[in-house]
């Protein structure tokens, strides 16, 4: 019975520490997809929608561009969405198809996602 005890306690250490783990790579990807989509959203968003997504630029002024930090704007758009946005235009905006790759996309709205204030 003792021994019993002390596998199911060291299995579950083990269980625990590899779950653990899972869930800190995927922290770290998410990181590094927010990270690369940082210098993708500068080179190729900030134009319109400013440094700061608040969309407070001439560009984004005259094609009324939505402010990005805004929690109610963006629960209101899933992520697909939002690349669908991105990769097709939508209103006013230009379409990136050409331009950015599916992982530029990407990795700009999960940065976009860190935006949210």
Same mark, same amino acid.
């Given at each position: =019975?003792?021994? =019993?005890?002390? +596998?199911?306690?060291?299995?579950?250490?083990?269980?625990?520490?590899? #779950?653990?783990?899972?869930?800190? %790579?995927?922290?770290?990807? !998410?990181? &590094?997809? /927010?990270?690369? &989509?940082? #210098?993708?959203?500068? #080179?190729?968003?900030? %134009?319109?929608?400013? &440094?700061?997504? =608040? $969309?407070?630029?001439?560009? &984004?002024?005259?094609?009324? @561009?939505?402010?990005?930090?805004?929690? $109610?704007?963006?629960?209101? !758009?899933?992520? @697909?969405?939002?690349?669908?946005?991105?990769?097709?235009? !939508?209103? /006013?905006?230009? #379409? +990136?198809?050409?331009?950015?790759?599916?992982?530029?996309?990407?990795? /700009?709205?999960?940065?976009? %996602?860190?935006?949210?204030?």
């Amino acid at each position: =019975m003792k021994r =019993m005890k002390v +596998f199911v306690f060291w299995t579950s250490v083990v269980v625990l520490s590899l #779950a653990a783990s899972g869930v800190a %790579r995927v922290a770290d990807k !998410r990181k &590094g997809a /927010a990270s690369k &989509g940082r #210098a993708v959203y500068t #080179a190729n968003c900030a %134009r319109c929608h400013g &440094g700061d997504g =608040m $969309g407070h630029t001439n560009m &984004g002024e005259i094609m009324q @561009a939505p402010d990005l930090t805004d929690a $109610g704007w963006q629960g209101r !758009r899933s992520a @697909a969405r939002m690349i669908a946005s991105v990769t097709n235009g !939508r209103g /006013a905006m230009p #379409a +990136f198809k050409k331009k950015l790759s599916k992982s530029d996309i990407a990795a /700009a709205v999960a940065y976009v %996602r860190t935006l949210k204030r």
